[in-house]
């Protein structure tokens, strides 16, 4: 038996906290246990020989029965998800994977998840991939054929446990400590330009950028209103070719010095933090209404979409349009559907929540573990602000809900603090509507310590005030509401 923290290798099975995950497991699958505190359920696998070569590829186990979830590239620059129940339909280039498993895994309950990330070793990448038989494969190539020899011991991080997204982010942080390359994102500042208004010139020109046209752009969005703070000029992706004599470009000597002059640029320009640019791709979901969650400081935000009728295509690695007239979906909304709310709501809270629509202008008291239905038609969207309800001690409930005019009103908010026995202060980032659900009328609102109008509707509890645009970049108004 070959033991990691929480995954072994027993009677030819990859198990995770118990539950199954791989069968039929090779002699030379190798299982290292992740080393540092904080991750408990983790483990490194790798194999224990394998002859030298610029690329090999080792089965690990079969996977079978069991539902999963994977994200693969697909083009050079471009990934996909893509889901299933065996080994055989995870694709090539796939560089995460996540299992569902465990004795209650269909009905949620005590599901194990499990958590494959490959990884670098040396000079060489690893990536997963599935085969004819229902295994699970790692594929390892150094893109070099001078360079054949690797030590193959920490190929793929795998992590479980009952939480996925705990089990996600454990694994990352697991990874960023073994390989200390790169920082979690928790300890990255957010660039203080993410808070301004920008535009990329792609979906307006494609790879037909010129001065005139970004010019006029840029005119069109100042006389509506949104002049942009930054411009991103887009023209798509950088190609090497032959150059007119017929010599052949060094291209990966010119895309090396790019990158590094890239890279000491934003060092230089932006000091206290990475910047990362991502593109990914997402695949409709063909039979239930899809749901997008977030977390902001003080409130959740789901958004839900019927995507009927339209989905990827795995032959053309594109999406078509296989249904012009889909019909509606109806699904539910709960404060279960965003992940750890329970960390920006108070000690005491007791699992009450208020939605906000921003399409329908709706509010709804949701009461602990109550769902809240939502049909949508075709091509049809709703937004809704997940706000956790707070008992102040005069006996009032209240709830902030942001901007509504906001499609994630809840961002808006960047403070919130209770007053006993007075009221409530909260911190509102931006201009425009704010509003707040109160179960009693407020006596008064204030807006930086100056009397506000404000309106009160009885039939929903909704208090909304008027804030102007601020002075000052990045300034946060206090919005004072007495009682």
Known sequence: ????????????????????????????????????????????????????GSRSVFPVGKLRGLRFMCTFRFKMWWMTQRMGTSGSE????????IVEGGAGARDGRSAVYTVFLPILEGSFRSVLQGNADDEL??????????????????????????DPFEVITNSVKAVERHLQTFTHRENK???????????????????????????????????????PKFVIIDDGWQSVSMDPAGIASLSDNSAKKYHQSLEASIARNFRDNGIICCMSHNTDNLYSMLKIWNLNE????????????????????????????????TGAIRAQDVDHLANVAADDWNGDVIVYSHIAGEVTCLPKNVALPVTLKSREYEVFTI?????????????????????????????????????????????????AYSSARPKKVAVD???????????CGMVTVELAVPEKELYSWTVWIEY
């Not at 494969?137 to 009952?162: N, P």
């Not at 956790?388 to 603090?417: D, E, H, W, Y």
């Open 387 to 435: 706000a956790p309800l707070k008992q102040l001690a005069n006996g009032v409930s209240f709830a902030p809900v942001g901007l509504i005019r906001m499609f994630n009103s809840g961002g808006a908010v960047t403070g919130l603090r209770c007053v006993e026995d007075a009221g409530v202060e909260l911190k509102v980032r931006g201009a425009g509507t704010v509003g």
């Open 90 to 97: 995870i694709p090539f280039e796939t560089q995460f994977l």
């Open 1 to 52: 038996m070959t033991v990691g923290a929480g995954v072994t290798v027993q009677d030819g099975s990859l198990v995770a906290l118990g539950a199954t995950i791989l069968t039929e497991v090779g002699d030379n699958v190798l299982v290292t246990t992740a080393a540092g505190a904080g991750m408990t359920s983790g483990a490194f696998v790798g194999v224990r020989s394998a002859p030298a």
């Open 449 to 459: 310590s100056e009397a506000a109008e404000f309106s009160y509707d009885d039939g």
């Open 298 to 329: 003080h409130t959740g935000v789901i958004g839900a979409f019927n995507c009927q009728g339209a989905g990827w295509c795995r032959v053309g690695k594109k999406n078509l349009v296989h249904d012009e007239q889909p019909g509606t979906v």
């Open 137 to 162: 494969e790692i594929c390892l190539e150094s893109g070099d054929l001078a360079v054949a020899s690797f030590e193959g011991t920490h190929l793929v991080f795998v992590g479980a446990g009952s």
């Open 189 to 227: 500042k957010i660039p203080d330009m993410l808070n301004w208004f920008g535009w990329c010139t792609w979906d307006a020109f494609y790879t037909d950028v010129t001065a005139e046209g970004v010019k006029e752009g840029l005119r069109s969005l100042e006389k509506g209103g949104t002049a």
